[in-house]
């Protein structure tokens, strides 16, 4: 009786995906808006970050590291006596166009009128992770912009940005005296 036997050279080591890490609201904050933790989880940044803000409180923009490219820029607009409705409509439909253009996916309604893209070959290539809502707060219309650089391999750039979005939402709110979505 002749019997053959295979036996494997090495044992088959299934390793099961890393469990990622969730984003979570928390001080301090880069550009008033977004936990410093939260975003070197998101973009896998370990450097100084130093901040510039240009703009007021009704419109501006704030980026981090004061560096090109910049890792995080954050921008913000609302209506007020500068910026009225229609300016306010027209920047957001612009987004809409771009985002949509290269597989936009579009916010959960309770963050208003937004969309997450990646857009890499793009003009906005510096700065290729992108999300922008429009939102009432306190009756008026707002909103904010967030741009990254680069995502941390294995991380959902999508659901991150969405997740940084709406901890910005609630952030600008409780800075501003209003309540996101009303």
């Known amino acids: 009786m002749l019997l053959a036997a295979c036996t494997p050279e090495k044992d088959i080591v299934s390793t099961p995906a890393p469990v990622l890490q969730p984003i979570v609201d928390s001080a301090p904050y880069i550009c008033r808006l977004v936990p410093e933790q939260a975003f070197r989880l998101v973009s896998d940044a370990t450097g100084s970050l130093v901040e510039k803000t240009d703009g007021s409180e009704s419109s501006g923009e704030c980026w981090a590291p004061d560096t090109t490219p910049r890792s995080l820029e954050v921008g913000w607009l609302q209506v007020s006596d500068g910026t009225n409705q229609e300016h306010l409509n027209f920047v957001m439909n612009g987004r809409r166009q771009v985002y949509s ?13 937004g969309l997450a893209a990646y857009l890499p070959n793009t003009p906005f290539a510096d700065q290729p992770y992108r999300v922008s809502a429009k939102f ?32 910005a939402q609630k952030r600008y709110g409780h800075l501003y005296n209003c309540t996101p979505g009303k």
């Open 136 to 167: 009432l707060c306190g009756g008026k219309a707002r909103m904010i912009d967030i741009f990254l650089a680069k995502v941390a391999k294995g991380r959902d750039a999508i659901k991150d940005m969405t997740e940084l979005m709406r901890i």
């Open 101 to 113: 253009e290269h597989g936009g996916v579009t916010l959960p309604t309770d963050l208003g009128d």
